[in-house]
Nanobody, 124 residues
Framework: QVQLVESGGGLVQAGAALRLSCAAS????????MGWFRQAPEKEREFVTA????????YYADSVKGRFTISRDKTKNTLYLQMNSLKPEDTAVYYC?????????????????WGQGTQVTVSS
């Protein structure tokens, strides 16, 4: 059973940066495509970014393109999300997820495993 544990969330001011981490265990991390999603209060869970198993391809939501960067370290079984120039609208619980499928990585249904989430709050 794959376990994903996020960390790195917190309360920051607009314009600041945060780096989220997602530690994976119990599976073959290098074989999974990975993604980050977020969910704000009373909103649907939304796609943020994803990365292929090789790390060769990345995908971003338009709202974060140019500000967020996804990366993975296979030697540490860890996924990262570097978030720069944070805005109040980035406030949400951020989840990492792992996918063994071959479909659209922007869809939550494609992911088999999810972390418990980490809260990011950006004040104006």
């Amino acid at each position: 059973q794959v376990q994903l544990v996020e960390s790195g969330g917190g309360l920051v001011q607009a314009g600041a940066a945060l780096r989220l981490s997602c530690a994976a265990s119990g599976g073959t991390f290098s074989m999974y495509r990975m993604g980050w999603f977020r969910q704000a209060p009373e909103k649907e869970r939304e796609f943020v970014t994803a990365i292929t198993w090789s790390g060769g391809s990345t995908y971003y939501a338009d709202s974060v393109k140019g500000r967020f960067t996804i990366s993975r370290d296979k030697t540490k079984n860890t996924l990262y999300l570097q978030m720069n120039s944070l805005k109040p609208e980035d406030t949400a619980v951020y989840y990492c997820a792992a996918s063994t499928g071959l479909g659209d990585l922007k869809k939550p249904a494609m992911y088999n495993y999810w972390g418990q989430g980490t809260q990011v709050t950006v004040s104006s």
